[in-house]
T-cell receptor, first 113, second 112 residues
Framework: EAGVTQFPSHSVIEKGQTVTLRCDPISGHDNLYWYRRVMGKEIKFLLHFVKESKQDESGMPNNRFLAERTGGTYSTLKVQPAELEDSGVYFC???????????FGPGTRLTVL | SQKIEQNSEALNIQEGKTATLTCNYTNYSPAYLQWYRQDPGRGPVFLLL?????KEKRKERLKVTFDTTLKQSLFHITASQPADSATYLC???????????FGAGTRLTVKP
C-alpha cells in the first residue's frame, strides 16, 4: 500500500511569490490533515478535511493560505503571496477514521527568501 | 495557558537500557494521547495510541502510560538499540476539537 505522498519535497521561492503544495493521501482515507513545523517549534495543526469538506480550518494562519480537496482525493495548499515567516516544513497526514493514528507524508520544506 | 511539555530536548542513553520519555500537559482534556517517532527529513510515524480510560498500553518493546490526574504520559523503550535513536513526539487528541496538538519532541540517542 502506498503511503502519503507530498510534492514537491523542497521549494525555494521569493517573498511575494505563490507556491502550491500537493498531498496525495492513502487511498480510501477520508480524513486529510495539513500541519506545519517552523524552525525550532512544534508541529502545528493547520486544517482538517473530511472527504472534500473542510471540517476545521482553525489553524490556518491567515487568508494568504488556501487549501482545497476537490473530489475528496488529493489536496493542495496554496500560499499567496508568500512571506518570510511561512518558511518551514509542511506535513500532510491522512487517516481512515476521525480519531486514531495519522499517517504522515515526508513533508514539503518551504523556504521563502 | 495550554502547554504540552516533553521532558527534555535531548536524551542520551546506553544501548540495552530503558529509555523513559515524559509528556506533561496543562489545561488540556485529551480523549487520546498518541506517540510518534520522527527521523530526520521524514514525517512522523505513528507508534502507540492510548485512550483517557486506559492506564497502560504495550507494543513489543514499547510501553505507554497515561495518567489523567497527573496530566502526564510516560513512554518507555526497553532494551534500547541504536536504531531507536530518533525524535519522539507526543500528541494530544482532543475530544472537542478536530486537531492534534503536538509537543516539541525529545531527541533520543542510544549509544552502542
Amino acid at each position: 500500500e502506498a503511503g502519503v505522498t507530498q510534492f514537491p519535497s523542497h521549494s525555494v521561492i521569493e517573498k511575494g511569490q505563490t507556491v502550491t503544495l500537493r498531498c496525495d493521501p492513502i487511498s480510501g482515507h477520508d480524513n486529510l490533515y495539513w500541519y506545519r513545523r517552523v524552525m525550532g517549534k512544534e508541529i502545528k495543526f493547520l486544517l482538517h478535511f473530511v472527504k472534500e469538506s473542510k471540517q476545521d480550518e482553525s489553524g490556518m494562519p491567515n487568508n494568504r493560505f488556501l487549501a482545497e480537496r476537490t473530489g475528496g482525493t488529493y489536496s493542495t495548499l496554496k500560499v499567496q503571496p508568500a512571506e518570510l515567516e511561512d518558511s518551514g516544513v509542511y506535513f500532510c497526514a491522512s487517516s481512515p477514521s476521525f480519531r486514531g493514528p495519522a499517517y504522515f507524508g515526508p513533508g514539503t520544506r518551504l523556504t521563502v527568501l | 495557558s495550554q502547554k504540552i511539555e516533553q521532558n527534555s530536548e535531548a536524551l542520551n542513553i546506553q544501548e540495552g537500557k530503558t529509555a523513559t520519555l515524559t509528556c506533561n500537559y496543562t489545561n488540556y482534556s485529551p480523549a487520546y494521547l498518541q506517540w510518534y517517532r520522527q527521523d530526520p527529513g521524514r514525517g512522523p510515524v505513528f507508534l502507540l495510541l492510548i485512550r483517557e480510560n486506559e492506564k497502560e498500553k504495550r507494543k513489543e518493546r514499547l510501553k505507554v502510560t497515561f495518567d489523567t490526574t497527573l496530566k502526564q504520559s510516560l513512554f518507555h523503550i526497553t532494551a534500547s538499540q541504536p536504531a531507536d535513536s530518533a525524535t519522539y513526539l507526543c500528541a494530544l487528541d482532543m475530544s472537542d476539537n478536530n486537531d492534534m496538538r503536538f509537543g516539541a519532541g525529545t531527541r533520543l540517542t542510544v549509544k552502542p
